[in-house]
């Protein structure tokens, strides 16, 4: 019972917190007045097009690049620089070309001062985690695309990270690895629920992925609406013929996509 309240009470305060962020590069505001919170075992989808800034926010709450306005909070701490416990998955993988699957697993561990006894056995721990047995002395360029994924998801999660940071990070493989990926970071997410922040430009990949969507839009770009996606977990392939599944996917859709059309006109004439 006290185990259960002190859960409750931890899961009741948000782990990531941004207050009025903002990004500016020279004249260009980027983003202005970002506000939205993040719990515990939560999974929150940011979707916006190319270009509003979802990459620098990231990189923001990683603690990589400072913000121009506000602040971020994790665990009520402001973020001023890179710390312990959040980890991040990028897009093109990230991996060393020069190291194998297995060094690659265990760099972040290193970077976190693991112990070599640690490393050792929590990178096969890991490497069998995302499915990537048999191939931990392949270097990058011997595995493929969606491979090399998995293991810069193997990467993050070995530090057992307490924020996930993902970066489109589907969104270099082709159609059906994408497919795959997102439901074995699904399988990997119940067994390992933490707080995680996805951003992608998939409408489909936010609403499977997330418990809410934040959609990020406009110039500068700001938070147009922060959905909540009330489908069950475990969420699997079923999930993607539920009816709910389909209107929050046109829900999500004719928001991001209202004035879409408008400014495609705007910007050629
Ligand atoms: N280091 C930088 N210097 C100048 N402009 C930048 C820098 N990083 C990003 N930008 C600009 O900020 C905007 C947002 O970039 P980004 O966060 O990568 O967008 P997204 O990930 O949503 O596509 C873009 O216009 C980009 O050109
Ligand atoms: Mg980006």
Known sequence: MAAQSANAVQSG???IVVVGAGKRFGDHQVYRNVNFSVGSREVLAIIGPSGCGKTTLLRAIDGLMPLTEGEIL????KVVEPRGGVAMVFQHFGLFPWKT???????????????AA???????QFIDLVGLNGFEHHYPYQISGGMQQRCGLAR????EPRVLLMDEPFGAVDAQTREILQFELLRIWEMRPTTMVFVTHSIDEAVLMGDRVVVLKGHPAG?????????????TRATLSEGRFADLREYVWGTLMADARKAEFEVTQ
Request: charged share 25%.
């Open 13 to 15: 305060q948000p782990r």
């Open 74 to 77: 994790i665990e009520g701490e």
């Open 101 to 115: 699957v297995y060094q690659n697993v265990g760099y972040g561990l290193k970077l976190a001062g693991a112990s």
């Open 118 to 124: 640690v490393i050792a056995e929590k990178v096969p």
């Open 156 to 159: 993050a999660l070995a530090i």
């Open 223 to 235: 938070v147009h609406e922060d959905i909540r996606v009330d489908l069950a977990r475990p969420r």
